[in-house]
């Protein structure tokens, strides 16, 4: 299963509805995102041999945002590995299970958009949070030059993690890949709609390369482009 980028591999399920990434540094492995279901685990756990890997070569687990499909399977994995976690300072109180989680302000969307809000999951698994990080950060650990960037809006914590020696983002859900190109995020999720725009345009702003987001298939290469487009087309 594929390695995306020199340090990058991805844990990608069918037509890419749900990813999420390994970091490998020497063989010290960072897990980004848990998925939700007990089929994400062996995903990941098939990615790790496919590595030859094990649960224990996972030091660190990183989240990029609060949300049930990214979050679900936290407590499950980390009875396997002694791994440090890490979420944004905004969302780690979400994850932790001390407060619930936001979605859209009913008034900001359409009747459509209405419908689907009260069939929202607000109760799902929760799990321990061990750091908690602010925009900028560097997380060296997990591989030199890592920093935190936050890219709010799906969540008030949503956030990502840049790799510069490689130009790569690992976005979570700042945008979404679909069939027919990159998207922006679901609204009916993201709590603060203005600043989800905002940082789509800022992820425009970097040098990206190589973007890995949680659901849709990783742009690897020329990512910039694409991301420029988008941005571009926000009002
Ligand atoms: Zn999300
Ligand atoms: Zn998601």
């Known amino acids: 299963m594929p390695q995306l980028t020199p340090h990058v591999y991805g844990v990608l399920t069918q037509f890419n509805f749900m990813n999420a990434y390994l970091i490998n540094h020497e063989g010290k492995l960072t897990l980004i995102d848990t998925g939700l279901d007990a089929a994400f685990v062996v995903a990941i756990e098939k990615e790790l041999k496919a590595m030859n890997s094990t649960w224990s070569d996972i030091h660190h687990i990183v989240l990029t945002h609060c949300h049930y499909d990214h979050v679900n399977n936290l407590a499950a994995i980390q009875q396997k590995t002694s791994a440090t976690t890490y979420a944004h300072r905004l969302d780690a109180p979400v994850i932790r299970g001390e407060q619930p989680v936001q979605y859209a ?97 800022k992820v425009a702003g970097m040098p990206v390369e190589n973007l890995c987001l949680g659901h849709g298939t990783p742009l690897i290469g020329n990512a910039h482009a694409k991301i420029n487009t988008l941005a571009q087309r926000l009002r």
């Open 105 to 201: 302000n009913p008034a900001t969307l359409n009747f459509f958009e209405r419908l689907i809000l009260p069939n929202l999951k607000t109760v799902f698994n929760t799990g321990r949070v061990d750091v908690a990080v602010n925009d900028g950060d560097g997380l060296d650990a997990i591989l030199p030059g890592t920093q935190v960037v936050h890219l709010p809006g799906h969540s008030f914590g949503q956030m990502g993690l840049w790799l510069p020696q490689e130009k790569t983002l690992i976005g979570g859900d700042v945008m979404m890949g679909l069939p027919w190109g990159l998207s922006v995020p679901f609204k009916v999720v993201s709590p603060d709609w203005t600043a989800a725009k905002a940082s789509i345009k």
